[in-house]
C-alpha cells in the first residue's frame, strides 16, 4: 500500500513541466522559504510574535533531533534505492523514515499555528505541499510523510504545553536582541497568559 501511494504520486513526475517545476523549487526551497517567513514574523512583529518564533524554533529543532534519533533505530531505504523512480532531484541514500523537511515544516507550522491561526493556516497549508513534494520528486513514501507529521505534532503539542516553562528563555534571547543597537525596538509588555 505504501509504494502503491508512492507510486501513483511519483508517476505524475516527468509528464508535466510546470507541476516539476513547482514540486521541485518547493521540496528544495520549503525550509529556506520557512526561515524568511519567521524572520519578518521576528522583524516586524511584536513581543509575543518573538516568542513565537523561538518556540517554533525549539520545536523545529526537536522534531529533527527525533527524526536523528528514529533514523538510527528503524532504517528504512529511499524509494529510489529499492525502485525505479522518476527521481526529479538528487538525494544522498540515507534513510528514509521520517522526512526531515516534513518534520520541519509541520514543526514550524504547528509551533506558529497553536498560537498565530491567520499565519500558522498558511504555513501548515504549504507544509502538506511540502510533504507532498517530497513523495512526488522521489524522495520519500507516504508513510514517511505520515510518520514526520506525528512527529510533529507530538513535538509542538509538548513545547506549546511547555511554554510557560520555555518563556526565560524567549525573554533573554529577545531582551538580548533588544539590547542590539540599530535594530527594529518593541516595547510592548508582553503578557504570558495570553500564549
Known amino acids: 500500500m ?3 501511494l508512492f507510486k501513483s504520486i511519483n508517476d505524475l513526475a516527468g509528464h508535466h513541466p ?15 522559504i520557512y526561515a524568511i517567513v519567521l524572520l519578518l514574523i521576528w522583524f516586524i512583529g511584536k513581543d509575543q510574535y518573538k516568542k513565537t ?19 538510527h533505530i528503524y532504517v528504512e531505504p529511499r524509494p529510489f534505492v529499492s525502485h525505479k523512480v522518476n527521481l526529479l532531484v538528487e538525494h544522498a541514500a540515507d534513510a528514509s523514515f521520517p522526512s526531515d523537511h516534513t518534520t520541519g515544516a509541520f514543526a514550524l507550522a504547528l509551533a506558529v ?10 504555513m ?18 507516504p508513510f514517511d510523510i505520515l510518520g514526520s507529521i506525528i512527529v510533529s505534532l507530538v513535538i509542538s ?6 511554554s510557560p516553562f520555555l518563556e526565560p528563555i524567549a525573554n533573554t534571547i529577545i531582551n538580548m536582541y533588544n539590547r542590539i543597537p540599530l535594530v527594529p525596538k518593541t516595547t510592548e509588555k508582553v503578557n504570558s497568559k495570553s500564549l
Open 18 to 32: 510546470f507541476l516539476d517545476g513547482l514540486m521541485a523549487g518547493v521540496t528544495n526551497n520549503a525550509l529556506i
Open 157 to 162: 503539542t509538548v513545547v506549546f504545553k511547555l
Open 124 to 141: 501548515l497549508l504549504f507544509a502538506f505541499l511540502t510533504g507532498f513534494s517530497r513523495i512526488y520528486v522521489g524522495h520519500h513514501y
Open 113 to 122: 499555528l497553536f498560537v498565530h491561526r491567520k499565519i500558522g493556516i498558511g
Open 53 to 71: 518564533v523561538v518556540y517554533a524554533a525549539i520545536t523545529g529543532a526537536l522534531g529533527l533531533l527525533m527524526n536523528y534519533i528514529i533514523g
Open 2 to 4: 505504501n509504494y502503491s
